[in-house]
T-cell receptor
Framework: DQQVKQNSPSLSVQEGRISILNCDYTNSMFDYFLWYKKYPAEGPTFLISISSIKDKNEDGRFTVFLNKSAKHLSLHIVPSQPGDSAVYFC????????????FGSGTQLTVLP | DVKVTQSSRYLVKRTGEKVFLECVQDMDHENMFWYRQDPGLGLRLIYFSYDVKMKEKGDIPEGYSVSREKKERFSLILESASTNQTSMYLCSGASGSNEQFFGPGTRLTVL
């Protein structure tokens, strides 16, 4: 059973507007979350992360919000640019020393010019 | 810069062939991982390794095996390729942090 879920397989937004990508998780023991971005025919690249001791982390146009009581996190991109069009995965580390991550199914973001 | 490289970007094989996918990292990662990515299914873990000669099954190990004879190299083996193994294969490495560093991926097509 997936412990990290992205229920929207796709999202389209206009250039310059805000993109909001959502992620839900089931395991209340998760204390760290990561977002990866993936272009076609390339490997995922790390985008931004958040620790459970925070409810917000910001890096330029990207902000991740964490709502622990709702077991929900979201990635906000403002303003959205056509180059942001990619698949976005949220992920959480599993317990254990092997640094294993569990990933959501991904959301394809398309930013329309 | 962290570097994870994969031996092929695109590969076409026939059903029943033995297929080797190679992954090499230059960051001294203890942990290495093999995933496959399919539309709507995200990244699914096939196998991982936390040390030389050590391996653990992930969520979907059936039809695959791995080899880690050296710390920097982690190989994924399809013993007898089947059409349902057509996919994007991604290798990654990780060590001291939660972040994993991915290679560029191998798009495998099995005919």
């Amino acid at each position: 059973d997936q412990q990290v879920k992205q229920n929207s397989p796709s999202l389209s937004v206009q250039e310059g507007r805000i993109s909001i990508l959502n992620c839900d998780y089931t395991n209340s023991m998760f204390d760290y979350f990561l977002w990866y971005k993936k272009y076609p025919a390339e490997g995922p690249t790390f985008l931004i992360s958040i620790s459970s001791i925070k409810d917000k982390n910001e890096d330029g146009r990207f902000t991740v919000f964490l709502n622990k009581s709702a077991k929900h996190l979201s990635l906000h991109i403002v303003p959205s640019q056509p180059g942001d069009s990619a698949v976005y995965f949220c992920a959480a580390p599993l317990s254990g020393s092997a640094r294993q991550l569990t990933f959501g199914s991904g959301t394809q973001l398309t930013v329309l010019p | 810069d962290v570097k994870v490289t994969q031996s092929s970007r695109y590969l076409v094989k026939r059903t029943g062939e033995k297929v080797f996918l190679e992954c090499v990292q230059d960051m001294d990662h203890e942990n290495m991982f093999w995933y496959r990515q399919d539309p709507g299914l995200g990244l699914r873990l096939i196998y991982f390794s936390y040390d030389v000669k050590m391996k653990e099954k992930g969520d979907i190990p059936e039809g695959y095996s791995v080899s880690r004879e050296k710390k920097e190299r982690f190989s994924l083996i399809l013993e007898s390729a089947s059409t349902n193994q057509t996919s994007m294969y991604l290798c990654s490495g990780a060590s001291g942090s939660n972040e994993q560093f991915f290679g560029p991926g191998t798009r495998l097509t099995v005919l």
